[in-house]
């Protein structure tokens, strides 16, 4: 039977509804109530980077016009005047600032529109506590009665809102977790919800060369604030929360699924959490908010070095931050998803404004935020604290005056222009008695009215996916069925033989727009022997990317090749022994648990039988798969044990 003829039967066969988790796919909206004007919006994206212990805003944004008076008043921790990078001369005197000199990757950014830095941020009644302004900065309290003992977070109370149905494990709707906290152990009081309960993902131990080890779930036991300070405040960052792993196999999916593009990230925890986020993004992630976290910020002693004060404890700090921000952007960029997330950065409190007896600084409380990404409206906003020290408080701190920019204020413009929450929302989230700041974001990226609370749209509504083995034609029959297609591009086939790394084998072009049944169908006629995985990717015009659940065929027929690997387990040396009806250029490569090819040797395969033999014996011992290449294909994957 002809290929096509083939292909125009398959689409016969019988079919299994696509579940995730048990619930079938669907979309999240119909497209057909959305203004053009919203396409694009459902995705996007807010990061958020807490940093933590309070970052000292002053030496980290310098006021050129008050250089004097910082001088006097931090004369062994100042940076010199030769020292400090000026952002950007274009500003009136009293906006010039000088940034801290180990911030060149914000510079780098700021030039190129996509940073911006607000001034003079926080709330009335500051707290010097550690414990109590990180909550009252994640609760959406302040220093009033009324708001000092809010006992849910902002994140959970908007998410709660804006996605009802969405939490306790992968929905119909809601296939992602819709908030993720990164870097931390102890889940956030940010993502309670207004019952109390914990409806976030924690994603702890990070390792960026694989998926973080520790799957702290979602929490369910309800969860109260005390009001007392310090210890009993411990209790509401708690380690201990009940936990599931209803997410588990859905992360674990659409981060094997991403990748990042060739950008190098800080070898740090930091560069490692965002490295993550943006993998799971690229690998499909329709989660709306990501928390991470950098911590060391808390620099009572030492925050310099001395002599050069533009070393030391606060620059590497700063260093990190910006440098692993500005990878992170650089990989969106890559992957075709900087355009969809916005960066923000806050920190409990900012510092006093005199030095200490320690080259270092103590609690004092407003500081600088910074936002990233091409959603972030270029500038400074705000002008320049006043440090005259005649208005210090007998500690060195700001007066209440100083305060510029309530950080509600911030988090209700971003919620509402940049992520599109209605106003039935920010009321939701405690946000509507605060002013929004007006060029936060960038014109033309600012939501229109018409596009509150438009939630992401799934390009592709699955409803099919079979995969089956043909023995008389000695192919596999592949079948897929949408109920819709919205701004879609095409599907890729890909083929795995060990179910972990996949190969692209064919190209299927789709009908791009549909609200109505599309049926697909192809072949896979050089299938490889014994088992073997499928799957469907799906890719719109955006780059954003949708899978199938993998579907196994085992080869009854043996394909057009045998391969056999022996002795296994081995301590010396390997064979691999091939049959097969072609001759081609191949490779063997042994890969370690980590993914890691530890060894590779060029074949020469020839027509009929061949053995080819590999040396293990300097590996240590454990668990290896062993891949036989043709091209860029893999014909065979292959366990192997090495033993001593």
């Not at 990070?206 to 210890?231: C, E, I, K, M, R």
């Not at 990233?372 to 440090?387: C, D, E, L, M, Y």
Request: charged residues 20%; glycine residues 10%; aromatic residues 10%.
């Amino acid at each position: 039977m002809k290929r096509r003829n083939f292909i125009n039967n398959i689409t016969k066969l019988s079919a299994a509804p696509l579940l995730l988790n048990g619930v079938p796919l669907r979309s999240f909206a119909s497209p057909d109530f959305l203004p053009p004007s919203c396409q694009g919006i459902g995705d996007r994206v807010m990061v958020i980077i807490f940093l933590k212990g309070g970052n000292d805003g002053l030496n980290t944004i310098i006021p050129v016009d008050q250089y004097s008076r910082y001088a006097n008043l931090r004369p062994d921790i100042r940076i010199d005047a030769g020292s400090y990078i000026n952002l950007d001369t274009t500003l009136p005197v009293e906006d010039q600032v000088g940034l801290n000199p180990a911030m060149t990757s914000f510079k780098a950014m700021y030039d190129n529109g996509q940073a911006s830095l607000i001034q003079g941020v926080g709330y009335p009644g500051f707290n010097q506590s550690h414990f109590k302004s990180t909550d009252l900065w994640l609760t959406g309290g302040d220093g009033s009665p009324a708001n000092f003992n809010i006992n849910s977070g902002w994140m959970g109370r908007y998410l709660d809102s804006a996605f009802p149905g969405a939490f306790g494990g992968p929905t119909e709707a809601y296939p992602d977790p819709m908030g993720i906290q990164l870097g931390d152990t102890k889940p956030s009081i940010g993502f309670h919800d207004h019952a109390n309960e914990y409806i976030g993902v924690n994603l702890s131990k990070q390792n960026p060369g694989s998926l973080f080890g520790l799957l702290n779930g979602l929490g369910t036991a309800p969860h109260t604030v005390p009001s007392s300070d310090y210890g009993d405040n411990i209790n509401y960052i708690m380690g201990v929360e009940n936990t599931t792993n209803a997410y588990g196999s859905r992360i674990s999916s659409i981060y094997n699924n991403g990748n990042n593009s060739t950008i190098s990230y800080p070898n740090s925890n930091l560069g490692g959490q965002l490295k993550t986020v943006a993998r799971l993004l690229s690998g499909g992630s329709k989660t709306k908010l990501f928390l991470v976290h950098k911590s060391g910020f808390d620099t009572h002693a030492n925050q310099v070095q001395s002599g050069s004060t533009q070393l030391g404890t606060h620059a590497n700090l700063l260093q990190d931050v910006f440098d692993s921000i500005k990878a992170f952007t650089e990989d969106l960029t890559n992957l075709g998803l900087e355009q969809n997330v916005l960066t923000a950065t806050f920190s409990e409190f900012g510092r006093r404004i005199t030095q200490n007896g320690s080259m270092g600084t103590d609690h004092g409380n407003f500081a600088p935020i910074f936002l990233f990404g091409s959603g972030a409206a270029p500038g400074v906003r705000g002008t320049n604290i006043n440090i005259d020290p005649n208005t210090l408080d007998t500690a060195g701190n700001l007066p209440s005056s100083a305060l510029q920019h309530d950080y509600r204020s911030i988090w209700k413009t971003l919620l509402q222009d940049w992520l599109a929450a209605g106003d039935d929302v920010l009321s939701s989230a405690d946000f509507s008695n605060y002013n929004k700041i007006p060029g936060l974001v960038t014109p033309g990226l600012i939501v229109p009215p018409e596009c509150y609370n438009v939630t992401a749209l799934l390009p592709v509504e699955f409803s099919e996916f079979t995969a089956e083995y043909v023995a008389d034609e000695n192919l596999v029959a592949l079948s897929w069925q949408t109920e819709s297609e919205v701004n879609h591009s095409h599907y890729l086939v890909q083929r795995s033989a060990d179910n972990e790394t996949f190969e692209d084998i064919e190209l299927v072009d789709s009908a791009g727009e549909s609200s109505t049944t599309q049926k697909y169908a192809t072949v896979d006629d050089q299938p490889l022997s014994g088992i073997s995985y499928y799957r469907i990717k799906s890719i719109d015009l955006d780059d954003s990317v949708e899978y199938t659940e993998v579907q196994s065929v085992r080869n009854e027929g043996g394909g057009n090749e045998s391969i056999k690997l022996y002795p296994n387990p081995a301590k010396y040396d390997i064979n691999v022994v091939l049959t097969t009806e072609r001759e081609y250029d191949g490779t063997i490569q042994i890969f370690d648990l980590r993914g890691k090819k530890v060894r590779e040797r060029s074949v020469q395969v020839q027509k009929g039988f061949n053995k080819f033999n590999l040396s293990v014996e300097k590996l240590s011992n454990g668990n290896y798969t062993v891949v036989l290449v043709r091209g860029l294909k893999n014909v065979a994957s292959m366990k192997l044990v090495v033993i001593p």
